[in-house]
């Protein structure tokens, strides 16, 4: 279950995809920087946990079995994992609703600049984090 290639390449497509998450965010696609912001944290989340060789299941909000494997990680503090779990599930519930709205929501007048700038920070912390588990 350890593929070190696929850890790497999830951190590099997730850092690929920060740059991509800037254009939106010059482009004032306040929906779509969170929709992105959240497929970021998930990539860096399963980098994670496969770095530690716990199952990655194919669930969008993966921070309780983060959470719950904590000990796994010991180059991570209890706040740090606190923070990542939070991160996770927030971006989680707007998932959906930012990519194709409802009824009587549409994303794009629903979703604000702060709105996308918390994600974008909160994607960035969460690719960092996970960077810093890999450096020697």
């Given at each position: 279950?350890?593929?070190?290639?696929?850890?790497?390449?999830?951190?590099?497509?997730?850092?690929?995809?920060?740059?991509?998450l800037?254009?939106?965010?010059?482009?004032?696609?306040?929906?779509?920087?969170?929709?992105?912001?959240?497929?970021?944290?998930?990539?860096?989340?399963?980098?994670?946990?496969?770095?530690?060789?716990?199952?990655?299941?194919?669930?969008?909000?993966?921070?309780?079995?983060?959470?719950?494997?904590?000990?796994?990680?010991?180059?991570?503090?209890?706040?740090?994992?606190?923070?990542?779990?939070?991160?996770?599930?927030?971006?989680?519930?707007?998932?959906?609703?930012?990519?194709?709205?409802?009824?009587?929501l549409?994303?794009?007048?629903?979703?604000?600049?702060?709105?996308?700038?918390?994600?974008?920070?909160?994607?960035?912390?969460?690719?960092?984090?996970a960077?810093?588990?890999?450096?020697?």
């Open positions: 279950m350890r593929n070190r290639t696929l850890v790497e390449d999830y951190l590099k497509r997730a850092r690929h995809r920060l740059y991509a800037d254009t939106l965010y010059e482009r004032q696609s306040w929906a779509d920087v969170v929709r992105e912001a959240q497929e970021i944290v998930e990539l860096a989340l399963k980098a994670l946990l496969r770095h530690a060789r716990i199952e990655v299941p194919q669930i969008h909000d993966v921070g309780p079995i983060l959470k719950d494997h904590a000990g796994r990680l010991p180059s991570l503090s209890a706040k740090e994992i606190g923070e990542l779990v939070a991160i996770s599930k927030a971006l989680r519930r707007d998932r959906e609703l930012s990519f194709y709205g409802s009824e009587d549409t994303p794009s007048e629903f979703y604000e600049e702060a709105d996308a700038a918390q994600a974008r920070e909160q994607a960035r912390k969460v690719v960092d984090t960077e810093s588990v890999f450096k020697p």
